[in-house]
């Protein structure tokens, strides 16, 4: 699952930089992010190793920047894999979400997606704020991120949910 999750996020992160590299707001900023969708996914399905295989993923997008800056690289790999299933752990503390997703609605979904890309937004620009402070503009960064961030989480759970919906009507027509 870790593996699985980690060649996910980097295959879906290559693939909206070439197609969506028109979308970006500046670099590591997209207003239209779709591995978020896939964040959120995996997270909310696989837990704590989709966390971890999102993070070791970044690692490896962000090998080359490793050793001129590791503290940023790290804490951005741990922001990114860690920062929705922290959202996750904490929506089920207070009961705004089941933890097994049985009886999960579509608002559980949206507040879910709302809470993760303003979180992740907030997170990724401070890290960037704190390793760069001359160079980042984070209250200019986190609208664009944040935006990118839903509107990629929004697509990829709109997309499964129609799918599913086809899959389903497709089984019931079929018997």
């Known amino acids: 699952m ?3 999750s980690a060649c996910l996020f980097v295959l879906t992160h290559r693939l909206n930089h070439s197609w969506l590299s ?4 500046s670099e590591g900023v997209s207003w239209l992010f779709v591995p978020a969708g896939f964040r959120v996914l995996l997270v909310l399905v696989l837990g704590w190793p989709a966390a971890l295989g999102i993070a070791l993923g970044n690692l490896w997008l962000d090998q080359t920047a490793l050793v001129a800056h590791p503290w940023q690289v790290l804490s951005t790999a741990l ?6 299933w922290l959202v996750r752990l904490g929506m089920e503390r207070v009961g705004l979400l089941e ?3 049985r009886h999960c609605s ?3 979904l949206v507040n879910f997606v709302l ?3 303003a979180t992740n937004a907030l997170l990724h ?3 960037r704020w704190l390793s760069h402070p001359g160079q980042s503009q984070p209250w200019i960064d986190v609208w664009p991120m944040f ?3 839903l509107n990629g989480a929004l697509l990829v759970l709109g997309a499964l949910w129609l799918a599913l919906r086809y899959i389903g009507s497709w089984r019931r027509n079929r018997t």
């Open 2 to 4: 870790v593996l699985a």
């Open 22 to 25: 028109t979308l970006e707001h």
């Open 79 to 84: 922001a990114s894999g860690f920062g929705p």
């Open 99 to 101: 933890r097994d997703l």
């Open 106 to 108: 579509g608002h559980d």
């Open 115 to 117: 809470l993760y890309a």
């Open 125 to 127: 620009q401070a890290i």
């Open 147 to 149: 935006m990118g961030d």
